[in-house]
Structure formats: structure tokens, C-alpha cells
Nanobody, 125 residues
Framework: QVRLVDFGGGLVQAGGSLRLSCAAS????????MGWFRQAPGKEREFVAGNSWSGGSTYYSDSVKGRFTISRDNAKNTVYLQMNSLKPEDTAVYYC??????????????????WGQGIQVTVSS
């Protein structure tokens, strides 16, 4: 049974940092592209960052480029999202997702096979 568990969220002041982790079980991470998405109240779930199966290629939305970094440790079956210079508009529930592909990660929600349970990130002004 595949399971993705997101953790590391919380409350932080604007300008601060958080690191999210996504621990995967029941799959081999090196066979999956991984993505991080977020969903703010009243908004659609949106792509934030993704990396390829090896972690060698990374992709970011314009809103987080230069502030967020996605990485992975395939040996630990874990994906990370380092978030720096956080802004109040980054407040959302964050989800990791796994897509079985050796191509670049999808930006569409429908492209993913498995999802984490989501974790709240709140940035105060």
C-alpha cells in the first residue's frame, strides 16, 4: 500500500523559513517524479515545485522561484521542500504528490498517482 506522509508545517512570521518533508512508503521513489502543491482557502490546488525521478531536474512556479527549493533523498524515500523568505500569500495547505514517470513532473493535479494528506503552512504578516 502506497502512503505519502507530509510533515514539517506550522506557523511562521513573514520572512521566515520552513522545511516540509514527505516520507513515502510502499513505492520506490526513484521511479517517480514528485511534486509539491498547495491550496489556499477558496482557491484551486496549484503546482508549487517538482523534481524528476533522479532529482536532477527541478521546476518551480513563478510565485516561488528563487525562494523555495525542492530536493529528494531516494535512499530515504523522502522529498523535501525548503521554503525561505515566506510571505503571507504562501499560506495554504501543502501536499506532496507522486507521479510514476521518468519524464518531467506534471503541473496538473490530474497527472499524479498518489497524494500526501496535506499539511498547513501559515505565514503571519
Amino acid at each position: 500500500q502506497v502512503r505519502l506522509v507530509d510533515f514539517g508545517g506550522g506557523l511562521v512570521q513573514a520572512g521566515g523559513s520552513l522545511r516540509l518533508s514527505c516520507a513515502a512508503s510502499g513505492l520506490t521513489l526513484s521511479s517517480y517524479a514528485m511534486g509539491w502543491f498547495r491550496q489556499a482557502p477558496g482557491k484551486e490546488r496549484e503546482f508549487v515545485a517538482g523534481n524528476s525521478w533522479s532529482g536532477g531536474s527541478t521546476y518551480y512556479s513563478d510565485s516561488v522561484k528563487g525562494r523555495f527549493t525542492i530536493s529528494r533523498d531516494n535512499a530515504k524515500n523522502t522529498v523535501y521542500l525548503q521554503m525561505n523568505s515566506l510571505k503571507p500569500e504562501d499560506t495554504a495547505v501543502y501536499y506532496c504528490a507522486a507521479q510514476r514517470t521518468f519524464l518531467r513532473p506534471a503541473v496538473a493535479v490530474s497527472g499524479y498517482d498518489y497524494w500526501g494528506q496535506g499539511i498547513q503552512v501559515t505565514v503571519s504578516s
